[in-house]
């Protein structure tokens, strides 16, 4: 992140003993601060004592040191939900990233009718709520009364069952959220497919470089810092997944689809166990911090974040 | 080199629209199934088209029970929120694209360090929190609390950072107030990124259903994700019925992605962040 300094052109603005102009900025912020201290900052620090403590709506809280991360690794239902947590993120991070880079290199070479058109339909699904996602495809996948399976029994096939098996449905789910997300990561890769010059291009192709060397040895180069934050922001949005699975398969069949906050929530809300939930919320805390300093490292360098 | 261009285009084309259709056959089809009858709905053959066209679900998911009820709140939720979120987050990249002041980098570095504490990693003591201070339950309480966000901060401050600075100073030397700077030279300057963060803000509102889980289970103050996600929930799902909700659940933040397409690419674009 680079810092203004009080030569930069840019700040011209002198506020020194000028009381009215100190004060102002502190108002402007005062907004702003106070609810990222009510709502960010005091939960933050609570969270963190909460995991050290059997707490409970109903119960006295009680100092337990570190019982509570010492039973998470011991907890099956925990441990599955982690393993599926890193599984769909894997899959999704991955699918999504090519599938996205592929829409953006196809809508990006300014030599075809319509590109906007299509840029604007592969956009749309990323407008739904996941709860809608889900429903959607809940409702197109659906064993009995699904459009697909209807499909595939009038071709002379079975059914399948897309959510019934916990294999098919993890696999549903992670293609789901590529159909929902790859059209904003598809975007952000055709800004930074816009930024490359176009000279380079014409160089390459003087030099009679195919377009599969060129792809290689200009464009992905070129893009590496784009691709590096749609990597992590794509992970730490998986990471944070718990909508689809709310609609489309409740986390079932079993455990198969259910993820860490899915299992935060009814730990903490349904079973009452507030300093054992908070524990698994620390777990996810430093998965999506690391996530989340990485991106900062690598988007800084771009300059996204100036 | 034209002509393997036109091949390649011709190619790209093909699978362009396959991949279209993938994209837009699931809302369509939920579109297109809300409006056959409840009979129709899943009775083989199936039809792409409803064989007879009917509101009849339409009329049903709205009277029964408290699906108006959970539309007007949504919407109230979603404006309300959204008004508050630009005012204070323009406010703030002011303040910190516009001053100086000790501490203001760090400050800034603060805001934007808070995206690793997404909601889902402190949502319990966000609900404590929210108890504490009385707001379980009303809908100031998925007003609130989101509407400092920092990518609507950044988002600012990266726009106004690069406003000219003479107008201010000019203002100033004639002895202007600064809120009256505020309102007269950086409001009207700034309505590009005003409109792109509305519009975010608007979807993530409107779209939101984890802060409403949390902080609202009074049936008269739920939102529609969360009516969505309950009538899913139900052993014996009216499909019927579901599906004319969830289009209408669609339909606004369809609405507001086509009238102001231009503002949403410029907002992922600029942002690279999500919120």
């Known amino acids: 992140m680079k810092k203004l300094k009080k030569k930069d052109e ?3 603005v002198r506020t020194k003993g000028n009381f009215h102009q100190t004060l102002a900025p502190m108002l402007f912020l005062a907004p702003n601060i106070l609810i990222f201290l009510l709502f960010i900052i005091i939960p933050l620090f609570q969270g963190l004592r909460m995991a050290f403590m059997d707490w409970g709506i109903f119960t006295v809280p ?14 099956e239902v925990f441990l599955i939900t982690i393993k599926n947590t890193i599984v769909y ?26 590109e906007r058109v299509f840029r604007a339909v592969f956009y749309i699904p990323s407008l739904l709520s996941m709860i809608a996602v889900g429903i ?4 197109i996948l659906g064993d009995e009364m699904g459009i697909v399976n209807y499909v595939l029994r009038s071709m002379g096939g079975s059914g399948v069952k897309w959510l019934t098996d916990g294999n098919l449905a993890m696999m549903c789910v992670i293609l789901v959220s590529v159909w929902a997300s790859s059209g904003y990561y598809m975007i952000m890769f055709i800004s930074g497919l816009q930024a490359i010059p176009n000279e380079l ?10 377009p599969w060397n060129t792809f290689w040895r200009i464009t992905l180069p070129l893009l590496r810092s784009t691709v590096l934050v749609v990597l992590v922001l794509a992970t730490i949005a998986s990471f944070k997944a718990y909508e689809l699975i709310v609609t489309m398969t409740k986390g079932g069949p079993g455990y198969a689809t259910k993820f860490i906050v899915q299992q935060v929530y009814q730990v903490a809300f349904q079973e009452d166990r507030m300093g054992y939930a908070s524990a698994m919320s620390i777990v996810l805390m430093v998965i999506i911090g690391i996530f989340t300093l990485v991106q900062f490292k690598f988007a800084g360098k771009d300059g996204q974040y100036d | 080199m034209t002509k393997s261009r036109k091949a390649t285009n011709r190619v790209f084309l093909v699978i362009l629209i396959v991949l279209a259709i993938v994209s837009l056959f699931p809302v369509i089809w939920v579109a297109l199934s809300s409006f056959k009858p409840q009979n129709e709905l899943f009775s ?28 007007m709140n949504t919407v109230f939720v979603a404006c309300v929120s959204t008004v508050l979120t630009v005012l204070i987050n ?3 990249g002011y303040a910190l694209a516009k001053y100086y002041f000790r501490g203001r980098n760090l400050i800034f570095g603060l805001m934007i360090a808070t995206l690793m504490v997404p909601l889902q990693v402190i949502m319990i003591p966000i609900f404590l929190q929210l108890k504490n201070l009385g707001m379980l339950n009303s809908l100031w309480g998925i007003i609130i609390p989101p509407a400092a966000t920092p990518t609507g901060i950044f988002l600012a401050r990266q726009y106004m950072v690069n406003l000219s600075n003479s107008m201010i100073e000019s203002a100033r030397i004639d002895g202007a107030k600064e809120l009256r700077i505020f309102v007269r030279i950086i409001l009207p300057l700034s309505q590009p990124i005003i409109a792109t963060i509305t519009i975010f803000s608007f979807m993530w509102r409107w779209n939101d259903y984890l802060w409403p889980l949390i902080v609202i289970t009074d049936n008269d103050k739920m939102t529609m994700q969360q009516a969505l996600a309950n009538f899913v929930g139900q052993l014996q799902i009216n499909w019927s019925n579901l599906l004319a909700m969830t289009t209408i659940s669609i339909i606004p933040v369809l609405i507001v992605f086509f009238a102001f397409q231009k503002f949403f690419m410029s907002g992922i674009t600029a942002g690279s962040v999500k919120g």
């Not at chain 1, 993120?89 to 319509?114: D, E, H, I």
């Not at chain 2, 199936?46 to 049903?60: A, D, E, Q, V």
């Open chain 1, 10 to 12: 840019r700040i011209h």
């Open chain 1, 62 to 75: 009680e100092f337990v040191g570190l019982k509570n991360f010492a039973n998470l690794f011991k907890d």
């Open chain 1, 89 to 114: 993120s894997f899959f999704a991070v991955v699918l999504l990233t090519v599938v996205s880079l592929c829409l953006a290199l196809m809508l990006s070479r300014n030599s075809m009718k319509g």
């Open chain 1, 136 to 139: 959607a495809w809940r409702f």
């Open chain 1, 201 to 210: 291009y014409e160089a390459a192709t003087i030099d009679g470089s195919s």
């Open chain 2, 44 to 71: 083989s053959p199936m039809t792409f088209f409803p064989k007879t066209w009917t509101l009849g679900n339409y009329i049903s998911a709205i009277s029964q029970g408290n699906f108006a009820r959970y539309f």
């Open chain 2, 90 to 92: 323009i406010m703030a």
